[in-house]
């Protein structure tokens, strides 16, 4: 099944319905998130002696105090650190504050100067899904304190800092080891710098059912299985002849970037792409043909060659080592005059913008954060503030004059996204990868698969759903053997045709 993620306003009314609607008492509901959170504790560190937890002023600081009050029954020493009064807190905080208190939980109220952290394990408990922006002092303050303790961390709901909505941290943000989430997976722990704040993510629906989340919409958690039990893979006809699964010509590899265009051509051919040229350097051609016979190289600096080559494809990959120069303008701009279905990547993206050009024919883009800066007139760190925003933005950017434009916002937890007559959709968040992916040659690889995919009759959306999940499963599949660290990008090969066979 395909697992969806929400806002924070989509869990806060997932809350509600649940409170509300099915006659679920609310403070059973926070007993529910407690123990679950205290259950993961006990799971991850069975040998705890003592914690610390955090407590804010919301509902988050609710399921903190009923984490220490369960630890306090089980003999572990609990410091309790609650940011401002503790009777400030109102309606099931305040029951779990008295419930906790029963057990010999014991609150000590700070400000911004927090005194040591001495727990084993670090509970975060002090801010929950509501939170717009950088947190303030004195929130600000105890989020370093934590980070600063050198102890391990399980966030409650979201880690403090982090946007529920976008995975932004704009400020302090707590970088947990763990977080326990509830009712609703939120969208900000699997994309932009949530992935890496939240550590490990385990959901506990709270005995909520699909009844209740299925009332709403949320955004799609991509995973290669969920993708193609929706879209499957076509089989193949027996008759079946090269020239009915797709001709694709490869643009670009300017001066000492012709690995980017040979991987790209290679990806090509390993998802099941009929054909596969490259246009590019006519010195890149013995190279590319000692590596991989199985392509054709074109030298792209004969004009008649380059026009018949870009006649004959069915599918175009433009951008992978073009290079920024008058080479790459040309061929880009002859690219985009035949009106072809294309997938635009890495110097492509950045030409796109500075010639003012727009696809003419159904196209995918394949931007990370700088590329995408490019292509909205934003800074990097713009883009990141609001990837999901972004990715919808760049999907109108790449149906230019065409009926039809997909976004790949790549990164962790790459954010995919369509634009198209009926408006713009975001597709999805892609559920696999790892940090081994942030290694030259990766977007290459990607490109090649999604425009090998895209040349099979896929569609834009079919192609760039099974490419980019199919991808990034690839990436954690290969790195059993090779590790992170030592990922290359070529080390996806064999997985992907495993994966796709």
């Not at 319905?17 to 560190?45: H, K, P, Y």
């Not at 008295?98 to 057990?103: G, H, P, T, V, Y």
Request: aromatic share 2%; proline share 4%; hydrophobic share 45%.
């Amino acid at each position: 099944m395909m697992v969806s993620l929400y806002s924070g306003a989509q869990c806060r009314e997932l809350d509600r319905i649940a409170i509300e609607d099915s006659n679920i008492d609310g403070f059973e509901l926070m007993q529910r998130a407690g123990g679950a959170a205290f259950a993961q504790l006990l799971d991850c560190w069975p040998q705890l002696r003592s914690i610390t937890v955090c407590c804010g002023k919301g509902n988050n600081a609710g399921d903190g105090y009923l984490v220490a009050g369960a630890a306090c029954e089980l003999g572990i020493a609990v410091q309790l650190l609650q940011l401002g009064s503790a009777d400030a807190l109102r309606g099931d905080a305040a029951k779990a504050r008295d419930w906790a208190a029963a057990r010999g939980v014991v609150p000590r109220e700070c400000d911004a100067d927090l005194p040591a952290l001495t727990g084993e394990v670090i509970v975060d408990a002090l801010l929950g899904t509501g939170l717009k922006g950088a947190p303030r002092s004195p929130f600000a303050e105890a989020i370093d304190a934590i980070n600063g303790s050198g102890a391990p961390v399980l966030a409650i709901d979201i880690p403090s800092g982090v946007n529920a909505d976008t995975g932004a941290a704009s400020g302090s943000a707590v970088t947990a080891e763990l977080t326990v989430t509830f009712i609703g997976r939120k969208l900000g722990l699997y994309t932009g710098a949530g992935t890496a704040r939240a550590g490990d993510v385990v959901f506990a629906d709270l005995g909520i059912g699909s009844d209740i989340t299925g009332s709403i919409s949320g955004v799609p958690l991509l995973t290669l299985d969920s993708v193609l039990a929706q879209r499957p893979l076509p089989r193949r006809s027996r008759s079946v002849y090269k020239q009915a699964l797709g001709h694709v010509l490869v643009v670009g590899g300017d001066d000492a970037m012709g690995g980017a265009p040979l991987m790209a051509a290679e990806a090509a051919l390993r998802v099941g792409a009929g054909m596969v040229t490259v246009l590019t350097r006519a010195r890149h051609r013995s190279a590319m043909l000692a590596r991989r016979p199985e392509l054709m190289v074109v030298d792209a600096e004969d004009a008649d060659q380059a026009e018949a080559a870009l006649a004959r494809a069915s599918t175009l990959i433009v951008g992978p080592g073009l290079g920024r120069g008058t080479w790459g303008e040309q061929l880009l701009r002859m690219a985009i005059a035949q009106a072809k279905p294309m997938v635009i990547d890495a110097d492509g993206l950045n030409l796109l913008t500075r010639l003012e050009l727009q696809p003419r024919a159904p196209a995918i883009i394949t931007p990370h954060a700088g590329e995408a800066a490019t292509l909205l007139g934003l800074d990097s760190a713009g883009v990141q503030a609001d990837r999901p925003a972004a990715a919808l933005a760049l999907a109108s950017r790449a149906r230019g004059g065409s009926e039809e434009g997909i976004s790949v916002l790549k990164g962790a937890g790459s954010l995919l996204a369509r634009s198209g007559e009926d408006g713009e959709t975001l597709l999805g968040v892609c559920g696999h990868g790892n940090s081994g992916m942030a290694t030259a040659g990766m977007g290459d690889v990607l490109a090649g698969v999604i425009g090998g995919l895209l040349a099979q009759g896929l569609g834009c959306t079919g192609a760039a759903l099974i490419g980019v999940t199919a991808h990034s499963r690839a990436a954690d599949l290969a790195v059993r053997r090779t590790g992170e660290r030592g990922l290359l990008a070529t080390d996806l090969l064999p997985e992907l045709m495993q994966l796709l066979a």
